[in-house]
């Protein structure tokens, strides 16, 4: 079992719709992550916490908003999402951010957008 | 900009036959490469982290070495369960950069 919980598993949304992913870990870690990741492809890195602040934005589009309200919770609204953005997103953490730890993920969400 | 390549893309193999996969890597300053193992629809699963030339690390049949330029991940008998994509990532300076994964069938 992974000690990265994620919520939901599955989420099927309209692009008008508003939604919330949300990842848990109780690990003690303050580096927390969000990867999207497309069949076939390796995870591709969107945002990095560290310490509950925002420390890497890799370019997301602004329908995409992260939240790090505590050290161990992180959450990833959703709004207005296109068809391209259907992916599995991944969550993950590790001890601190930049350091040489391993990142710990979760099983992720699946997305898809109508 | 870090770099790795991963080969093969795809193997598939009988249970019992050994094999190795490459990950070949260009990285400014090498903290850590780490392999994980990613069954569909879930997460990547933590294997390894090597972090200088020379080191090994073994897993049941697992067994990872590093070089300065590349770390191999060898499978010694591989059994059905083993079949998973593979994948190796190194951290440099910033972030964590993925190769694109070998895909593992092993067939019984």
């Known amino acids: 079992d992974t000690e990265v919980t994620q919520t939901p598993k599955h989420l099927v949304m309209g692009m008008t719709n508003k939604k919330s992913l949300k990842c848990e870990q109780h690990m003690g870690h303050r580096a927390m992550y969000w990867y999207k990741q497309k069949a076939k492809k390796p995870p591709e890195l969107m945002f990095v916490?560290?310490?509950?602040?925002?420390?890497i934005n890799e370019s997301v589009p602004s329908r995409f908003s992260p939240e790090c309200p505590n050290s161990s919770l992180l959450n990833l609204h959703l709004h207005a999402l296109q068809p391209e953005d259907s992916a599995l997103y991944l969550c993950?953490?590790?001890?601190?951010?930049?350091?040489?730890?391993?990142?710990?993920f979760g099983d992720g969400t699946r997305l898809s957008i109508l | 900009e870090d770099q790795v390549t991963q080969s093969p893309e795809a193997l598939r193999l009988q249970e019992g036959e050994s094999s190795s996969l490459n990950c070949s890597y260009t990285v400014s300053g090498l903290r850590g490469l780490f392999w994980y193992r990613q069954d569909p629809g879930k997460g990547p699963e933590f294997l390894f982290t090597l972090y200088s030339a020379g080191e090994e690390k073994e897993k049941e049949r697992l067994k990872a070495t590093l070089t300065k330029k590349e770390s191999f991940l060898h499978i010694t008998a591989p059994k059905p369960e083993d079949s998973a994509t593979y994948l190796c990532a190194v951290h440099g300076y910033s972030t964590l950069t993925f190769g694109k994964g070998t895909m593992l069938l092993v067939s019984p």
């Open positions: 916490y560290s310490y509950e602040k925002l420390s």
């Open positions: 993950a953490s590790s001890p601190r951010a930049g350091d040489n730890q391993p990142q710990h």
